[in-house]
């Protein structure tokens, strides 16, 4: 005797949605075929007739109809799996973690994934997911540089203070230079990759035409700088650009220059004592980032050095003096917003990622 099947209704709503299913460009094909069974099944089909006509086999039909009438819309979707059982649990990726903290094997210098899958007898693929899940670059490095200075706090807060709260009425600059600046000659243009992508392409010999000295001194005010390039770097030539940039401001005016611990900066006493509204303040040893003409400087690598050739010192002097020209028609002070690396930023990261 066979079965009777279980009579389904819906209201005006519940078959709109089944409708929009059936016809929704984006709905998956298996919500689609579902939602179509119980349409055709609040017609009053029977579970053969809907199988004949939608050429499916009538327990599909008998299936859906039973969970339409137990759930509701929410019974044609698929139910919650498990699915297969972890192989490499939480426990595996401990144990990637603390292998990282191990020592690396003979005859490497860091951990890789091969290396790693073979030290825990583990698949490569399984190694690579914790890894990459975790955010770990095997290769990829990154460095540090904590200043062993005695005087930091002090030191910091007085050149942070200048930025933030400078003197009225008076002048800031930062001021360092970029040495050995070379005049490289090369051919260059964009190329194809093995990938498809378009990259920029350099020739890999090069002529050498010799290297400049670009001595910056920052207004921090302003945002404008003012250059001087040398052949050299000796002291001598960094006293004559502090006469070049100070000899338009007046007398009775302050100018606190900030400066790092580079030879040629110090025992400038003499010079001192013939300016004496000039203020020298000296950045902590292994913290000349606390000046902000290394952003400059960097600034201009990027945009005029990096990847550029040059036919001579002359064509390198006119490319530094057009950079200049079109920074300043936007040149705006920077904003401060360093602050120094402390000893307890630079814990152990794969021991936290364990804890």
């Not at 519940?14 to 099944?41: F, M, P, S, Y």
């Not at 327990?59 to 044609?76: M, N, P, S």
């Not at 790092?260 to 004592?273: F, G, I, L, R, S």
Request: some cysteine.
């Amino acid at each position: 005797m066979s079965r009777i099947a279980v009579i389904l209704n819906s209201s005006e709503e519940g078959k709109q949605k089944l409708h929009r299913l059936v016809n929704g460009g984006k709905t998956e094909r298996r919500l689609h075929d579902r939602a179509k069974i119980i349409l055709c099944c609040l017609e009053g089909k029977t579970n053969i007739e809907v199988a004949g006509q939608l050429n499916i086999s009538r327990f599909t039909v008998a299936k859906w109809r039973l969970r339409f009438h137990q759930e509701g819309i929410k019974g044609l979707y698929d139910a919650y799996r498990s699915g297969k059982p972890k192989i490499y649990g939480d426990e595996f990726r401990l144990k990637v973690l603390k292998m990282l903290e191990k020592k690396v094997p003979k005859g490497q210098a860091s951990w890789d994934g091969k290396s790693l899958a073979k030290a825990l007898n583990a698949s490569p693929a399984a190694v690579w997911r914790v890894i990459r899940k975790e955010g770990i670059q095997l290769q990829r490095s990154r460095s540090w540089c904590i200043s062993t200075d005695k005087e930091f706090s002090a030191k910091a807060a007085d050149i942070i203070g200048l930025y933030l709260n400078p003197p009225e009425n008076a002048l800031v600059l930062c001021i360092d230079e970029k040495p050995s600046i070379q005049a490289i000659e090369r051919k260059r243009g964009y190329v194809e990759t093995s990938s498809g992508k378009i990259v920029q392409g350099l020739q890999s010999t090069y002529k050498r035409h010799g290297v400049l000295n670009l001595f910056a001194a920052l207004n921090i005010a302003t945002g404008h700088v003012k250059t001087q390039v040398t052949s050299n770097k000796k002291r001598e030539d960094f006293q004559c650009f502090l006469d070049r940039i100070t000899s338009d401001v007046s007398e009775d005016k302050e100018i606190h220059i900030i400066l790092d611990n580079y030879a040629t900066h110090k025992k400038n006493v003499k010079w001192q004592e013939k300016h004496p509204n000039v203020f020298f303040h000296f950045t902590p040893t292994s913290a000349s980032w606390l000046n902000q003409v290394e952003i400059w400087f960097g600034i201009l690598s990027r945009k005029a050095l990096r990847n550029a050739s040059f036919e001579n010192l002359e064509h390198l002097k006119k490319a530094i003096e057009e950079f200049i020209e079109c920074y300043h028609e936007g040149a705006k002070p920077f904003v401060w917003r360093k602050r120094e690396v402390k000893g307890s930023q630079l814990r152990n990261t794969i021991m936290n990622l364990c804890n």
